[in-house]
């Protein structure tokens, strides 16, 4: 008994090392907050370790060579990768769904040791939201216990008993598993089009002024079909999804750092994708891509589009949020008001965002996601 006890207490101290860790990444009060709850519920006192400030990271550079059947993978020389899906969803019930899945490989140093000794963190996070419910739920493990991690030939990206599987190394087709007390979301993803680099080839700047850089790619070109089960209940799903790929080694480059996010499927078979990056000064930097199942992709530069909120809503935690906006792209005729499905979206996750579905109209019509970080 007192065996199992103490693997537990174990456990459980070494996920809230994981989450004081993070606390470099983000603003000092969200990580105080977390680590304040997460210690609090386990009665854990432990000293805080000291940031390992001389972890050195490959370069992010222009003239890496995106490839994806290889680099759907974790890249254990940068600090971060993310793996984002989301999806816009019709049950059989009638009834619109949105389905948010997040994975984040975070490295704590640059040592690539095995078993307890390994570097690497992975936090996932899922949201199945309604107009008017959500459930949410977030997990934190190690890498390199198996308890998280990613394989190749074929892809499998795991945390605990949460999956996204395929047969081969494109993670297309996949299918992805998520499954909790409340809810579970069993849904299976195919591509219709290809693939997209985001930025120069790949190269995604996040600001205009600053060498602060990713690597980026995404598949937003996939059809899901499915089922959701909800408190119990089954529902039977299909619609569009999107999967994003990112790595780097500024997760959050400055606490004042924002964005404003789209990524947005148009009914006339496009698919767009804009991120309006915010500094200390109020400087704006877009980076877009505008995209055909074709293969043709447009990079949209800076002005060539306008991004701004049209509306201010309060949420019940208080928040007020610009959850409407105007996107207006003159030089290819596109100009978008954006409405989201159920505003009380703010997920107070280990990087805390608004982040849901939406629907679009004006010259165009579609679906989509928006996030917004860092309000």
Same mark, same amino acid.
């Given at each position: ?271 767009? +994708?804009? !991120?309006?990056?915010? /500094?200390?000064?109020?400087?704006? @930097? ?7 199942? =074709? #293969? +043709?992709? !447009?990079?949209?530069? /800076?002005?060539?589009?306008?991004? @701004? ?7 019940? =935690? #208080? ?57």
């Amino acid at each position: 008994m007192k065996t199992k006890q103490h693997q537990w207490m174990f456990k459980a101290t070494v996920m809230t090392l994981a989450l004081i860790l993070l606390s470099g990444l983000l603003a000092p009060h969200f990580i105080k907050q977390l680590v304040a709850k997460e210690m609090d519920s386990l009665h854990i006192q432990q000293a805080e370790p000291k940031e390992d400030k001389h972890a050195v990271y490959e370069p992010v550079l222009p003239d890496y060579t995106v490839k994806y059947g290889r680099d759907f993978a974790a890249h254990d020389s940068f600090h971060h990768d993310v793996w984002h899906y989301r999806a816009n969803l019709k049950g059989n019930d009638g009834q619109e769904y949105g389905v948010q899945w997040t994975v984040y490989r975070i490295a704590n140093g640059d040592h690539q040791g095995i078993g307890w000794n390994n570097a690497q963190i992975y936090t996932a996070q899922v949201v199945v939201s309604t107009a008017n419910h959500s459930w949410s739920q977030q997990r934190i493990s190690r890498g390199g216990i198996g308890q998280a991690g990613v394989m190749m030939y074929p892809f499998r990206l795991w945390i605990d008993d949460w999956s996204w599987v395929s047969n081969n190394n494109f993670a297309m087709p996949s299918h992805l598993m998520v499954k909790t007390d409340d809810f579970k979301v069993s849904l299976n993803n195919a591509s219709y089009g290809p693939f997209v680099l985001n930025g120069d080839k790949g190269y995604k700047k996040t600001h205009d002024l600053m060498s602060i850089a990713s690597y980026s790619f995404s598949a937003p070109f996939l059809k899901t079909k499915g089922t959701l089960t909800l408190n119990g209940r089954e529902v039977k799903v299909q619609g569009l999804a999107w999967l994003d790929k990112e790595w780097g080694n500024h997760l959050i480059s400055t606490p004042s750092l924002r964005w404003d996010s789209f990524n947005l499927h148009l009914t006339d078979g496009r698919v767009l +994708s804009l !991120t309006q990056y915010h /500094n200390s000064q109020n400087i704006r @930097y877009i980076s877009g891509t505008l995209s055909r199942k =074709n #293969g +043709s992709t !447009t990079i949209i530069k /800076n002005d060539e589009v306008r991004i @701004y909120p049209l509306e201010r809503q309060r949420l019940l =935690n #208080g928040k007020e949020l610009p959850l409407r906006w105007v996107i207006e792209l003159p030089k290819y005729q596109i100009s978008l008001i954006t409405q989201s499905l159920n505003k009380e979206l703010w997920l107070p996750f280990w990087v805390p965002s608004w982040e849901g579905p939406i629907v679009v109209t004006g010259s165009h019509k579609g679906v989509g996601f928006m996030q917004l970080t860092g309000y």
